[in-house]
């Protein structure tokens, strides 16, 4: 079984990118597995870094054991939400045991405006780039105007879950090619 360790960059109860996960994983391949990570974490200190907090150590456990990482998230401000690069943080500590080192990624999100998205997952990609991640360029997904998208039980049109079951296609085929667990 594939294993995808999955970020979730919201933690509204009613979040477009928790809607978006849903959508993912209900067309993602048989032999694949979502593990979704806990952002609701400490907030990241050195100080706590030798008395690694324990629901931190779960989630890196998680990740070590993943055969890959997918990161859903919002745009705050045009960069990441606190809570994910919170966790990002974490994870890649102590200084030389980063759980990311080697995984293949993908990043999408779902965002309120008509221009969302693209400069949380560049700025994903530069920090995934330094923490030797693997991210996959194409196919894009970015949902822009969600409220428009997803209807009253979370559900997207066809045409959407057609992209998103190509998106979910290629990014196996993704982690199976650059895979280096
Ligand atoms: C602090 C904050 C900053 C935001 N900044 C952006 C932004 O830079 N670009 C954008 O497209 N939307 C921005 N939004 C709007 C989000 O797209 C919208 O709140 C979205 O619903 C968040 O995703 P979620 O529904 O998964 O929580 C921001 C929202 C918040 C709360």
Do not use: C
Not at 17 to 37: C, G, H
Not at 132 to 141: A, D, I, L, S, T
Not at 145 to 171: H, K, V
């Amino acid at each position: 079984m594939m294993k995808i360790a999955v970020f979730v960059g919201s933690l509204q109860q009613k979040s477009f990118n928790k809607m978006l996960a849903k959508n993912l994983e209900s067309v993602k391949p048989d032999d694949m597995e979502f593990q979704y990570i806990d952002l609701n974490l400490p907030l990241y200190n050195q100080d706590l870094e030798a008395d690694y907090p324990a629901v931190v150590q779960k989630q890196k456990d998680i990740v070590r054991q993943a055969d890959g990482i997918l990161v859903i998230t919002p745009e705050y401000n045009r960069s990441l939400p606190g809570v994910l690069k919170n966790a990002l943080d974490w994870i890649s500590r102590p200084y030389g045991d980063s759980a990311f080192n080697g995984k293949p990624a993908g990043v999408v999100g779902a965002g309120l405006h008509h221009v969302s998205g693209a400069i949380v997952q560049a700025d994903f990609r530069h920090i995934a780039a330094f923490l030797n991640m693997n991210v996959m360029g194409q196919p894009e997904v970015h949902i822009n105007s969600a409220a428009e998208r997803f209807d009253e039980d979370g559900r997207m049109s066809d045409d959407d879950m057609r992209r998103l079951g190509e998106y979910m296609d290629t990014f196996s085929e993704w982690v199976t090619t650059r895979g280096s667990k």
